[in-house]
């Protein structure tokens, strides 16, 4: 039992990891997938210019434990995501 | 906007009936994780189906049988607001989501499982995670 959202992309309410071409790494629940934007709601992002080994600590604390909501909504133009997928399963 | 409560109601009494207290103020919530012995799962509900409609039936499952925590306590994210910023007070290194699950032994936290480990899994692999915790963190026998 729970409210559910039809229409929506088939990763809305999942919390996924979303690389861009610029090398930032978004940690978010994704919304949708539409008109071209994909949107994110209470995510963080590690900047693009961090080191390996600062983005593998951030990933590894996000895959234990999330991530601060710092950014509650947030919309990333399709044509900028290099990758998308689950946090669960990265 | 908090959903309605009659919508909210069966999704409270999905955990009530499961044994858990509902915690609905703050202090509700400090006295509940105020007790220094034995080990307590709180439960943080959500109405989000998403995530929360596999949480709860995973809970109810893994206290089936085996291990399973002495007392066991939930706030409603969205719904009981300063109950739910009061549970989340007890873990501020732990980013808020729910649902998610938080296993406390002794009065400290000893295990957490936030909403993006409980999505898009069925009660079965929700369960199994509990049961792994609580056979690593809870006695056999309850606390008197």
């Known amino acids: 039992m729970g409210t559910f959202h039809q229409g929506k992309h088939a990763l809305h309410g999942i919390t996924v990891l979303v690389e861009t071409e610029t090398g930032e790494a978004w940690v978010g629940r994704c919304d949708d997938l539409v008109g071209g934007e994909l949107r994110l709601r209470d995510a963080d992002v590690h900047p693009g210019d961090a080191s390996p080994s600062e983005r593998a600590a951030w990933l590894d604390r996000a895959r234990r434990i999330g991530v601060w909501p710092n950014h509650r909504r947030v919309s990333l133009p399709e044509a900028s995501v290099r990758s998308l997928r689950r946090l669960a399963e990265d | ?144």
């Not at chain 2, 509940?32 to 995530?51: D, E, I, K, Y």
């Not at chain 2, 939930?74 to 300063?82: I, P, W």
């Open chain 2, 1 to 144: 906007m908090p959903y309605s409560p009659l919508l909210v109601r069966p999704m409270r009494e999905e955990l009530v009936a499961a044994g858990f207290e509902e915690l609905t103020t703050p202090d509700d919530v400090d006295r509940f994780l105020g007790q220094p012995r034995g080990t307590a799962l709180l439960v943080v509900n959500s109405v989000c189906g998403c995530a929360a409609g596999m949480a709860r039936p995973g809970v109810r499952l893994a206290l089936e049988s085996g291990p399973r925590p002495d007392r066991l306590g939930t706030v409603f994210a969205g719904q009981d607001l300063e109950a739910t910023a009061r549970a989340r007070s007890h873990f501020a290194d732990i980013p808020p989501s729910s649902p998610s699950m938080a296993l406390f032994k002794e009065g400290s936290l000893v295990w957490f499982l936030p909403r993006h480990r409980i999505e898009g899994r069925d009660a079965l692999d929700v369960a199994a995670d509990l049961r792994d915790a609580f056979a690593e963190h809870c006695a056999t026998a309850p606390v008197g």
